[in-house]
Nanobody
């Protein structure tokens, strides 16, 4: 059974940074594409970033230049480094594997 467990969310002031982690069991991040999505209150879930099996990454325009997706094959974990956070980044962030497997989400709140 595949499981994704996110961690690293929290509250931060505008301009701050957080690193989200997605610990994966049941599949190898080395062999599959990974992605991060987010859902703000009252809004639909939106794609944030993704990384292919070969390590190519793509980002939503709203986070490009501020967020970085990565993965550690040895730890079987994906990450989302978030810098220069803005209030509009406030959302529940979800890890996604192979397009159809989701974690439980982790809350990120950016507020002064």
């Amino acid at each position: 059974q595949v499981q994704l467990v996110e961690s690293g969310g929290g509250s931060v002031q505008p301009g701050g940074s957080l690193r989200l982690s997605c610990a994966v069991s049941g599949l190898s991040v080395r062999l599959y594409a990974m992605a991060w999505y987010r859902q703000a209150p009252g809004k639909q879930r939106e794609w944030v970033a993704s990384m292919t099996m070969t390590g190519s990454s793509n980002y939503a325009d709203s986070v490009k230049g501020r967020f970085t997706i990565s993965k550690d094959n040895a730890k079987n974990t994906a990450y989302l480094q978030m810098n220069s956070l803005k209030p509009e980044d406030t959302a529940v962030y979800y890890c996604n594997a192979v397009g159809s497997i989701w974690g439980q989400g982790t809350q990120v709140t950016v507020s002064s």
